[in-house]
Structures are given as C-alpha cells and as structure tokens.
C-alpha cells in the first residue's frame, strides 16, 4: 500500500475499526477515523500516533443525528482530498426478541444503515473523480443464519441489507475502477457486546461461545482486520461484489 493512499474508517475508534486502522498506519497509508465519542476517538488517535506512520485524523459524527452525518458529508463533498479506502465498520447489536421489538429498536439498526448509505455515497463521488478506490462493509454471520439464543431480527436485516449493498455496489462501480466487498463475522471480541453486557462480565460470556465455533475459539479484532487489509490491497484487485466469511468456521458447521 502506497504511503500517500487515504483511507477514511467509518466507526474506528475501537474494535474492529480501530483494528484496521493500526493494520492501515503500519503500512504508511493515512488514516482518518469516524466515531460519536471523542474521548475514544481521542484514545484510539494516541493509539495510531504511537507508530509514527502516517497522517491521523479524526471526526465526531453522530450517525443517528441527520445533522451531524449530513454535515460531514458536505465536508468530504468540498474537500479535494482523495479517498482511496473505505471501512463501514460501525455498529450496534443488542439482542432482543422480535415480538420485543420497538420504533427506537428498529430504528437504532436502520438509522446506522442510512448514514452509512450516505456517507459511502459521497466517498464514492470523491473515488470516481480520483479513479477508483475500494471499500469493505463490515456485515454479519447473522445476516446468513438465525441462532436462536441471540435473537437479533431487526440487527440481522441491517445486516443482510449491507451484504446487498456491497453485491450491487461492486456492480454499479466496477466501470469506475471501485472495488466493494464485505467480511461477514461471527462472535467477535469487540466493545460493542457492552451495550448489554457488563464490562466485568464481558470475558466469560463471549468464551461461552468459544465451542460454537469449529475453530474452537471466538475471534478477535485483528482476525477482522486481516481480512480487511488484504480486500482493501492491491493483492486482492480481481476480488468484487464478494461477501467473506470470517467466522470460525460457522457457515460451513457447527460443533
């Protein structure tokens, strides 16, 4: 990866985003992080700087306020910065039964699916004028595949929805030199299991899940990311419209 590239990391202030975009600095590509805490984004920017590899900057964008995202749209909109990577990886996942289900349960998976929509619109407009770019959407396993002890209907549509998006995406920009793919992960240790699981408690309930998997482990950020690093990169150039499961094992069978 050239040492000028862009890459713009849409929820990157931890987890999997955070994850990639450490893989991206290392390899001396620029990196601009997006995320709705700047205390994290904060963190996360020490983080990167500590490798002393490439230009950080950050964003506090809420992505479930119109303004907000609509705002920093029109910044990428002005900007003639060139943006050659994108990484949807934001996220949210609270299981709740379907019948449960609220307006505001909904519309906490959907709205998320908007402002990405969006967003990756407007890098897309800014990668047609600089003559390609390539994209990785951060899906779901549960998008393939209900399990019953986490019911996540409305989680899984969104989900589904992005594993869509990156099939008719490739399509559409294949001519423009953009490339879009997808991962599609199972239980993966990240900050996003705390919105309701206790932090102290966090450990043990996803080694719970260890034996779902056939590799006989949950994954980790980093699993994620190198999949992520080698589908932005050069070296995966006849690779489009692909939704990749990085998951332990689990589409193929589970223990």
């Not at 904060?42 to 964008?61: D, H, K, R, W």
């Not at 920093?72 to 449960?100: D, M, Q, R, W």
């Not at 006849?238 to 589970?254: P, S």
Request: glycine share 8%; charged share 20%.
């Amino acid at each position: 990866m050239n040492s000028r590239k862009k890459a713009l990391i849409i929820g990157g202030s931890s987890g999997m985003g955070l994850a990639i975009a450490v893989r991206l600095i290392r390899q001396g590509v620029d990196v601009c992080i997006l995320g709705r805490s700047e205390t994290k984004l904060q963190s996360a920017q020490s983080i990167l700087e500590s490798y002393n590899n490439g230009a950080i900057t950050t964003a506090v964008v809420d992505l479930y306020q119109k303004d907000s995202y609509k705002a920093f749209i029109e910044s990428i909109s002005a900007s003639e910065t060139p943006i050659h990577y994108l990484v949807n990886a934001a996220g949210y996942f609270s299981p709740k039964l379907f019948i449960e289900h609220s307006d505001k349960d909904y519309d906490a998976y959907m709205d998320l699916n908007k402002a990405t929509y969006f967003i990756t619109q407007a890098v897309v407009k800014n990668m047609i004028k600089q003559g390609g770019g390539s994209i990785v959407n951060i899906g779901s396993m549960w998008a393939k595949q209900a399990i019953k002890a986490t019911p996540s209907s409305a989680y899984s549509m969104a989900k589904a929805g992005l594993h869509s998006l990156t099939q008719h995406l490739a399509m559409e920009l294949a001519d423009h030199n953009i490339r879009v793919n997808a991962v599609s992960p199972a239980v993966v240790k990240t900050p996003i299991y705390e919105s309701f699981i206790p932090a102290e408690d966090l450990d043990s309930a996803l080694e719970s899940f260890d034996s779902f998997h056939p590799i006989g482990r949950i994954g980790s950020s980093e699993d994620i990311a190198a999949t992520i690093e080698f589908l932005l990169s050069d070296q995966s150039n006849w690779v489009t419209g692909a939704v990749w499961d990085v998951d332990g094992g689990v589409m193929a069978g589970r223990n």
